[in-house]
């Protein structure tokens, strides 16, 4: 089945900790986003990649990093620098780069920092 | 510069009857539109999308949408409603430019009244 994963599920850290979500698609898809989902708020884009070892910030890039090494992989790391890390956070790619490519999403990760 | 606004955070239906989901978006380009509906704790799923071709989009499910220049609208519809509908349903414009021009509306929550 083609598809893009995310994993863990759910997540919980400590407050100072990094951790690294993991993003995979086998759709061949060049394009891979980040996305951060709060609750009753719109989608809101924090990295994205248009093509491997390169990758964009989106508008709310501030204390998070990714990788793009693989075509395949695209994981995003939120470091202790992220003030207000507790949220839902979604994977999509996208078969181009243009504005009518629509995306496909993973499952999203649920990530808590007490 | 780009916009997109739903202009209702919860719709509420009976079974059997028409849900309409409204849509409004400014943009600076000729715009792709998009529905996308979340079920909880899930990813996004496309609905249907506009491209600039038929201002008519029909899309999966029974769920329909028309694009309306002159009203600047992309209002969601379906004739008949099911309990499986309930869901979150986001409205997305899209531009040529690039992809951080892709912009979500707030999500309006759908009900589904036996």
């Known amino acids: 089945d083609g598809g893009i994963t995310q994993s863990p599920k759910y997540l919980f850290r400590k407050e100072g900790q990094n951790v690294t979500l993991s993003c995979e698609q086998n759709l061949n898809h060049d394009a891979m986003y980040w996305y951060r989902q709060d609750p009753g708020q719109g989608l809101r884009l924090i990295y994205y990649s248009q093509i491997v070892n390169d990758f964009q910030k989106g508008d709310i890039a501030e204390g998070y990093s990714v990788s793009r090494e693989k075509k395949e992989s695209f994981p995003l790391t939120v470091t202790s620098a992220q003030k207000n890390p507790t949220a839902f956070y979604l994977c999509?790619?996208?078969?181009?780069?243009?504005?009518?490519?629509?995306?496909?999403f993973g499952p999203g990760t649920r990530l808590t920092v007490t | 510069a780009q916009s997109v606004t739903q202009l209702d955070s919860h719709v509420s239906v009976s079974e059997g009857t028409p849900v309409l989901l409204r849509c409004n978006y400014s943009?600076?380009?000729?715009?792709?539109l998009f529905w996308y509906v979340q079920h909880p704790n899930k990813g996004l799923q496309l609905l249907l999308k506009?491209?600039?071709?038929?201002?008519l989009v029909k899309g999966i499910n029974g769920f329909e949408a028309e694009f309306k220049k002159s009203e600047t609208s992309f209002h969601l519809t379906k004739p008949s409603a099911h309990m499986s509908d309930a869901a979150e349903y986001f409205c997305?414009?899209?531009?040529?430019?690039?992809?951080?021009?892709?912009?979500f509306g707030s999500g309006t929550r759908l009900s589904i009244r036996p």
């Open positions: 506009y491209t600039s071709a038929a201002t």
């Open positions: 997305v414009v899209s531009s040529y430019s690039s992809a951080s021009k892709i912009i």
């Open positions: 943009s600076s380009y000729s715009p792709s």
């Open positions: 999509a790619s996208s078969s181009g780069q243009g504005a009518s490519y629509e995306q496909y």
